[in-house]
């Protein structure tokens, strides 16, 4: 898909505060609100903008620790990769998961309670896996979403 430098500019808002106003997302970018609407749609139904979402306290809703677990796989088939990310999505503790070429083969970002409950959940949900071969668990001390899109990003005009 095309980007121009009003789609980027509308982008960039919207990743900052996705909760803008459809008027002030408008006038920031310097056009009519109806454009800036048609713009957003198109961006949505092309796959450019996959969604929008509410940042969440961890402490708020029970997450008392976080962690990034790496997972090592015993083999490497399309069937087993997918299994394992299939299983991936039906844990609740799951935050999000990367699928990585090198050494390791995800990168599980979850979030529990307390040390117990992360290894009761590392145990069942990556140990009891055939497939899976070796993790590695790290403590995370916090984390940041970064609101700005990388430099990289320019537009086509």
Same mark, same amino acid.
């Given at each position: 898909? /095309? ?10 808002? +919207? ?12 006038? @920031?970018?310097?056009? #009519? ?14 796959? =450019?903008?996959?969604?929008?979402? =509410?940042?969440?306290?961890?402490? #708020? ?5 976080? =962690?990034?677990? #790496?997972?090592? +796989? =015993? ?23 990367? /699928? ?8 599980? /970002? ?11 959940? #590392?145990?069942? @949900? ?7 071969? /070796? ?13 700005? +899109?990388?430099? $990289?990003?320019? $537009?086509?005009?």
């Amino acid at each position: 898909m /095309h980007l121009d430098r009003i789609d980027i500019a509308l982008i960039r808002l +919207l990743r900052k505060n996705a909760r803008t106003p459809n008027k002030d997302l408008a006038e @920031a970018v310097g056009v #009519a609100p109806s454009t800036a609407l048609e713009r957003i749609r198109r961006l949505r139904s092309s796959g =450019a903008i996959l969604g929008f979402h =509410a940042e969440l306290s961890p402490a #708020a809703i029970g997450i008392g620790l976080q =962690a990034m677990v #790496a997972v090592r +796989l =015993a083999q490497h088939s399309r069937a087993l990769v997918e299994a394992f990310h299939d299983h991936l999505l039906t844990l609740p503790e799951v935050l999000s998961f990367y /699928h990585l070429a090198g050494a390791d083969d995800f990168f599980v /970002h979850v979030g529990v309670r307390d040390s117990n409950q992360l290894r009761d959940f #590392a145990l069942s @949900a990556f140990t009891e896996r055939p497939e899976v071969a /070796h993790i590695e668990t790290h403590l995370i001390f916090e984390f940041r979403r970064n609101p700005v +899109l990388p430099a $990289a990003l320019v $537009a086509s005009e």
